[in-house]
């Protein structure tokens, strides 16, 4: 594994690389609004990873790196997570296809900076569909702008709500909650499986 900083808008995102000898891809995963990356999910879906042939970078959000928990605006986390994206698609992942993902507020990123981003597909773990009891506060739409290959890892018992399954969107429910923690084994197979399944044309 290899730790260093990479200079964003809103200052510097740290990036731990987990990386395989020959890797065809590289999957990008960012952690939960008051969470880190060493959340057991985003744990099992880079060894996942691993076990498809695909290098996994864990990106740790500015906010996060200065010592903050409160996440910063919508915005300001797209923009992070997009200079995060073109540095390593510049550098160490230059000529890989990226796949975007993250757990919960993560994923959210990962939707919305698909398009701009270049993603060839999305890894949504506990995509928070709206905050709990407050259904009216949908967020569905940010899973609907994306047009690449998308996989929802969902507990069955997520007070964040769950998403359907639509055209490029696959929605895996597994005991649980939003954690995730429920089945950690079948979260890894899932994702194994849909990473050999969505790059196999690329």
Same mark, same amino acid.
């Given at each position: 594994?290899?730790?260093? !900083?990479?200079?964003?808008?809103?200052?510097?995102?740290?990036?731990?690389?987990?990386?395989? *000898? !020959?890797?065809?891809?590289?999957?990008?995963?960012?952690?939960? %609004?008051?969470?880190?990356?060493?959340?057991? @999910? &985003?744990?099992?879906?880079?060894?996942?990873?691993?076990?498809?042939?695909?290098?996994?970078?864990?990106?740790?959000?500015?906010?996060?790196?200065?010592?903050?928990?409160? *996440?910063?605006?919508?915005?300001?986390?797209?923009? %992070?997570? &997009?200079?995060?994206?073109?540095?390593?698609? @510049?550098?160490?992942?230059? @000529?890989?296809?990226?796949?975007?993902?993250?757990?919960?507020?993560?994923?959210?990123?990962?939707?919305?900076?698909?398009?701009? /981003?270049?993603?060839?597909?999305? &890894?949504?773990?506990?995509?928070?569909?709206?905050?709990?009891?407050? *259904?009216?506060?949908?967020?569905?739409?940010?899973?609907?702008?994306?047009?690449?290959?998308?996989?929802?890892?969902?507990?069955?018992?997520?007070?964040?709500?769950?998403? !359907?399954?639509?055209?490029?969107?696959?929605?895996?429910?597994?005991?649980?909650?939003?954690?995730?923690? /429920? @089945?950690?084994?079948?979260?890894?197979?899932?994702?194994?499986?849909?990473?050999?399944?969505?790059?196999? *044309?690329?």
């Amino acid at each position: 594994m290899t730790t260093y !900083e990479i200079g964003t808008p809103h200052g510097p995102a740290r990036v731990s690389l987990h990386c395989v *000898p !020959e890797g065809r891809a590289a999957l990008l995963l960012g952690h939960g %609004a008051g969470g880190g990356v060493t959340a057991p @999910d &985003l744990v099992a879906a880079t060894q996942a990873a691993h076990r498809a042939n695909v290098h996994v970078a864990l990106v740790e959000q500015p906010y996060r790196v200065a010592g903050r928990r409160a *996440p910063a605006p919508a915005r300001q986390l797209d923009a %992070a997570w &997009l200079a995060v994206a073109d540095e390593l698609g @510049d550098g160490v992942f230059a @000529d890989l296809p990226l796949v975007f993902g993250g757990r919960s507020s993560g994923a959210r990123v990962a939707c919305r900076t698909a398009d701009a /981003g270049g993603a060839a597909a999305v &890894l949504c773990l506990a995509f928070p569909v709206h905050p709990p009891a407050k *259904p009216q506060q949908d967020r569905t739409p940010e899973l609907a702008a994306v047009d690449v290959p998308v996989l929802v890892i969902q507990g069955e018992r997520d007070p964040f709500g769950c998403p !359907e399954s639509a055209a490029h969107r696959v929605v895996l429910v597994q005991p649980g909650d939003h954690s995730l923690r /429920g @089945d950690l084994a079948g979260l890894g197979r899932a994702v194994t499986e849909w990473l050999e399944r969505v790059l196999r *044309p690329l």
